[in-house]
């Protein structure tokens, strides 16, 4: 196998997690080999409820300062990974949770990968990937590992620019992917090499369809084999509470036609009737989010979407 795709908690338990399947869409179109493994699921349905809440609790333990001065201007000298280590001890639920990861880690080494991708989805998923990639070093010291997601680039730690740059310092990972990881998932398997300054990717509607095969909706809560879909990255507004033009320089969407194509390829692979928008706005392009409503109902005429089909996201209101 070129690479297993895992996504760790934490994360929503609604939908599978659309990163690690729209990588394996990329990677499988260009004739590699990925098989995606989501641990947060796994998890989820591996232990009681309120283990699950202690847990939930525990990934999201703010951290964000550790090993910085008071001044910001350096690093004072606190071992990130022992903190992570001794709080981790002190859950309850250590002994399970613990088992939990080694036999995550065993399946995954099981298949023999190259690569193994981590998916960092935010700043919440900073201590289990420690708690994840301490078990993988000492399981299979040589295995190459490299990271992506938003959650590298959350916070320094003991003086490093990033979190992507703490876990190399570390030895816990290869290298790692900062920003679109489609196309330079496909350079790492040429290079050996990660991209920490990748462009932004102009024609979304060149990227494959996230590929769900690797999972089984039934266990996920969401109704109706739920399933996120993406129509743009950016934003056509600039609000002063939000961030995601830091995150995205430039707004680019997808075509209505590319959009209704994807639902199409839901519905009769893996039966999803309800699609949620992951967009900052799914109306940023009306001219395409009318072009895709124009689509649905050509397709629901013609029998390829059900009746019931149902899907939303965030929706922006203009001026008359």
């Excluded at 916070?155 to 290298?175: M, Q, R």
Aim: glycine share 10%; aromatic share 12%; charged share 20%.
């Amino acid at each position: 196998m070129d690479i297993a795709l895992v996504a760790i908690p934490r994360l929503n338990i609604d939908a599978p997690p659309m990163g690690i399947a729209s990588i394996k869409g990329s990677v499988v179109v260009a004739g590699y080999s990925a098989k995606c493994f989501d641990v947060n699921i796994n998890l989820y349905h591996s232990v009681s409820f309120d283990t699950w809440l202690e847990l939930d609790s525990y990934f999201q333990t703010d951290l964000r300062y550790t090993g910085t001065s008071l001044d910001g201007a350096g690093s004072r000298e606190i071992n990130f990974i022992n903190i992570v280590q001794k709080r981790k001890k002190q859950l309850s639920c250590y002994e399970e949770y613990n088992s939990f990861l080694n036999k995550q880690i065993d399946q995954i080494l099981s298949h023999s990968p190259e690569w193994i991708g981590l998916s960092v989805f935010s700043v919440n998923s900073v201590i289990s990937t420690v708690n994840f990639l301490s078990i993988l070093k000492e399981k299979a010291p040589n295995q190459k590992v490299v990271a992506g997601g938003m959650g590298l680039s959350s916070f320094g730690l003991g003086g490093n620019s990033n979190f992507g740059e703490f876990l190399i310092k570390e030895g816990l990972i290869t290298t790692y992917i900062s920003g679109e990881g489609e196309q330079a998932i496909l350079n790492l398997f040429k290079t050996g090499q990660g991209s920490k300054f990748t462009p932004q990717i102009d024609n979304l509607d060149e990227l494959a369809f996230p590929n769900y095969d690797d999972f089984d909706f039934s266990l996920y809560p969401g109704d109706e084999n739920m399933s996120y879909i993406t129509g743009s990255r950016g934003c056509v507004r600039a609000c002063t509470f939000c961030d995601i033009n830091s995150l995205w320089k430039k707004f680019r969407y997808r075509s209505g036609n590319s959009l209704a194509q994807e639902m199409v390829e839901g519905y009769q692979k893996y039966g999803t009737i309800d699609f949620y928008f992951t967009d900052s706005l799914i109306n940023g392009n009306m001219k395409e989010f009318i072009k895709l409503l124009d689509n649905v109902i050509e397709y629901k005429e013609n029998g390829l979407l059900p009746e019931d089909l149902m899907f939303g996201g965030q929706f922006i209101a203009r001026p008359k």
